[in-house]
């Protein structure tokens, strides 16, 4: 099946304790984003990887960074997580190739910084 | 960068009649229009798009409008049923190589049985 996985689905962590958000897509994707949705703010993205090494800064990259070592996996990595972090994460892929190709999204990662 | 805005915020509609969600973008180069439905604790998935060379296009109950001069679009959903209750967001990509996605801040739907 088609899809994009997200690990973990739900995470609570302390202030400055550094985390690993994983996702995964096997379509052959070559584009793949993430994605923090806030209330009232809809989704806004953090980051984005063109295809492998390739990776840019999307509108809310602050205190987030990925890699992208293979076309596969797409982590999103917190050194020193905030308080304000705490948001619903998606990560996102589809083909680079079609400029119309819809974006597939994961499940989704509640995280809660306290 | 490219920005859209979207409203209303909240819609709420009684079974059976229509609801429409407008937003508008910055951007004139931006050339294709995803509407993505988000149901409660899930994930968004797309619904209908436009691509810049088409004034509207129809699925079924569904309908996307673009207007190009003015840089809005419309979602219509006609004859709506308690299962389209949800969270709405349009989004507009523009040309250039990133190809950014950019989505508006989101139509909570509620249809009124």
């Known amino acids: 099946e088609a899809q994009v996985t997200q690990n973990p689905r739900y995470l609570i962590t302390v202030t400055g304790k550094k985390l690993t958000v994983t996702c995964s897509q096997n379509?052959?994707?070559?584009?793949m984003s993430w994605y923090r949705q806030d209330p009232g703010l809809g989704l806004r993205q953090i980051y984005y990887s063109m295809n492998v090494e390739v990776t840019d800064k999307g509108d809310v990259p602050e205190g987030y960074k990925v890699s992208r070592k293979e076309k596969r996996n797409f982590p999103l990595i917190l050194e020193s997580p905030s308080p304000n972090q705490t948001s619903l994460y998606f990560c996102?892929?589809?083909?680079?190739?079609?400029?119309?190709?819809?974006?597939?999204f994961g499940n989704g990662t509640r995280l809660t910084v306290t | 960068g490219e920005n859209v805005e979207q409203h209303p915020s909240t819609l709420s509609v009684q079974e059976g009649d229509s609801a429409v969600i407008k937003c508008t973008y910055s951007?004139?180069?931006?050339?294709?229009f995803p509407w993505y439905k988000q149901e409660l604790g899930k994930r968004p998935q797309l619904i209908i798009d436009i691509r810049s060379n088409v004034g509207e296009k129809k699925d079924q109950r569904i309908a996307v409008t673009l207007n190009k001069t003015a840089k809005h679009f419309s979602l219509h959903i006609t004859e709506t049923q308690p299962e389209d209750s949800a969270v709405y967001f349009c989004?507009?990509?523009?040309?250039?190589?990133?190809?950014?996605?950019?989505f508006g801040s989101g139509t909570q739907l509620t249809v009124l049985p």
């Open positions: 989004a507009a990509i523009g040309p250039g190589s990133a190809r950014q996605l950019t």
């Open positions: 951007d004139s180069a931006s050339n294709y």
């Open positions: 379509m052959n994707h070559e584009y």
């Open positions: 996102a892929s589809s083909l680079w190739s079609e400029v119309n190709s819809p974006l597939h």
